[in-house]
């Protein structure tokens, strides 16, 4: 199993930024997508961001102010978060989706915590 340890949550000021990343381990597998999600207490998780070969897609409340990255030198991906917002108040996770010849893989971090302040 790929271990995947995120960093750079934190407490910030509305429209303040962070960084957030997520480092993995060696795959054996292709990895397809990279991906971010949040669940905030009492709520579904959702997808934050994700990127592919067909490239990145946001959720609508994020687009214009998150981007997703990947460092494939150093094997971590990242979240960008600018001018951020109260509601985006959750704890964020990294996930990795991939596959081999025999089956489909799909790891996630252990999460980090993002709280926004008015």
């Known amino acids: 199993q790929v271990k995947l340890v995120e960093s750079g949550g934190g407490s910030v000021q509305a429209g303040g930024s962070l960084r957030l990343s997520c480092a993995a381990g060696?795959?054996?597998?292709?990895?397809?997508?990279i991906g971010w999600y949040r669940q905030a207490p009492g709520k579904q998780r959702e997808l934050v961001a994700s990127?592919?070969?067909?490239?990145?897609q946001y959720a609508d409340s994020v687009k214009g102010r998150f981007t997703i990255s990947r460092d494939d030198a150093k094997n971590a991906q990242y979240l960008q978060m600018n001018n951020l917002k109260p509601e985006d108040t959750a704890t964020y996770y990294c996930n990795v989706a991939g596959r081999d010849f025999a089956r489909e893989y799909d790891f996630w971090g252990q999460g980090t915590q993002v709280t926004v302040s008015s």
């Open positions: 990127l592919s070969s067909s490239g990145a």
């Open positions: 060696r795959t054996t597998f292709m990895i397809n997508t």
